[in-house]
């Protein structure tokens, strides 16, 4: 069994991990931290997983981290730079769900962030865990990044096409819309129902922090420069990340579905649909990025529709897959539920 500590288990991604973990047939949780519910029965707080998990929340200094095989950071950006360098030298392998280790350059994180990094020298090391394009990598890591959810949702949709070379990299829209839970659960009243139900905006128009984060992967794969318009919205409801995408084509007549199909095939968390329009609730809960991808009229543009659930394919299931590679478990153990309708 692999022993696992979890970092922030009152939040959203937190407790999504309890989620999955609780029925996980490789792992035994041995510690959730928080610090406002210390001391508490975790299952008092999160009664969906009594008889699941017999455990009490710890303060983060006292949760003896350090005996774990892995660590999970579910906290607030800037956090998990704090202790990881110590973890990694006690031996635990680290997952951060948060943004602390994506980014390469950590003049690019201060300027995002607003922080200093307090381990830069490990931003190299740190592998981006997005299986579907650092399998290998991630297997063997120590330090996983976990990506951000507009990032997973975006990078697989433009995957294929800026890897392929099929789209002008210079020209990209990313039109993404986020449920609330993607803001995390402390209280905020610009969250509250009366100020998003029935009601729909776009923000940080001017440039939102996940930007530079796609476009590292893109360029990446791309091998030059990226020209990216990211622009996040904020819907009415709870989870989902729906991303859609333009691009222009350097060859109209190329078959994109065939691209995609190719692309993707074997990836088990990734579906690929003929046509039509993947919604948020078909990936409601699952670990799992549905994608569609058309073209529009003759003069090139394409189209891809991307859907994810934030806080799974978007954050704990991603995290858990991962988990899944570094420990050589099967990659989908815990994380085979379907989506739930409606
Ligand atoms: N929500 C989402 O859809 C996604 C979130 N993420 C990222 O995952 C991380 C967690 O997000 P989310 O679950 O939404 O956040 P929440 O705000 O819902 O939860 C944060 C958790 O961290 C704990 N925490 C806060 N500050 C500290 C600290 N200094 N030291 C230790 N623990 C702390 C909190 O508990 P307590 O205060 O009691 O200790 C709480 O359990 C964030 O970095 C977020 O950006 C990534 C992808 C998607
Ligand atoms: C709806 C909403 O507010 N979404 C968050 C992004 C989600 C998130 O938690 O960001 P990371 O994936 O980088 O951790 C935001 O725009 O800041």
């Known amino acids: 069994m692999i022993e696992v500590g979890i970092v922030g288990g009152t939040g959203y991604t937190g407790a999504e991990l309890l989620r999955i973990l609780a029925r996980h047939p490789g792992v035994k949780i041995q510690a959730i931290t928080s610090r406002s519910e210390a001391g508490q029965p975790v299952a008092e707080m999160f009664p969906h997983l009594r008889g699941s998990l017999d455990l009490c929340f710890s303060e983060p200094d006292k949760a003896e981290l350090g005996d774990c095989d892995l660590v999970f950071f579910a906290t607030p950006n800037g956090t998990a730079m704090q202790s990881t360098p110590a973890l990694l030298a006690s031996g635990v392998r680290v997952i951060d769900l948060a943004a602390d280790f994506r980014l390469k350059d950590p003049a690019v994180w201060e300027r995002w962030y607003g922080m200093p990094h307090q ?27 976990n990506p951000g959810c507009y990032p997973t949702a975006v990078t697989l ?56 984060e796609i476009t590292q992967n893109l360029k990446h794969f791309a091998g030059v420069d990226v020209g990216l318009t990211f622009v996040p919205h904020l819907v009415p409801m709870i989870r989902g990340i729906e991303a859609t995408l333009y691009g222009r084509l350097v060859d109209a007549s190329l078959d994109i579905q065939g691209l995609y199909r190719d692309r993707y095939a074997g990836e088990v ?21 549905r994608i569609a991808v058309s073209q529009q009229g003759q003069d090139g543009v394409v189209v891809v529709q991307s859907v994810i659930d934030n806080l799974v394919k978007g954050a704990a299931g991603q995290a858990v897959q991962n988990m899944n590679l570094m420990f050589a478990l099967p990659e989908s153990a815990g994380l085979e539920s379907i989506a739930l309708l409606p």
């Open 157 to 212: 949709g433009f995957l294929p096409l800026v890897e392929a070379g099929a789209v002008d990299p210079s020209w990209l829209i990313a039109d993404a819309k986020s449920g609330v839970s993607g803001a995390g659960r402390k209280a905020t009243t610009g969250l509250l129902m009366a100020e998003v139900g029935e009601s729909f905006k776009a923000y940080s128009v001017a440039g939102h922090r996940h930007a530079p």
């Open 269 to 289: 968390f990734v579906d690929l649909m003929p046509g039509g329009h993947p919604d948020t609730r078909s990936v409601r809960g699952a670990n799992l990025c």
């Open 119 to 145: 381990c830069p020298a490990l931003l190299e090391e740190a592998v981006y865990g997005l299986p579907e394009l650092n399998r290998e990598a991630i297997r063997d890591a120590r330090l996983i990044a």
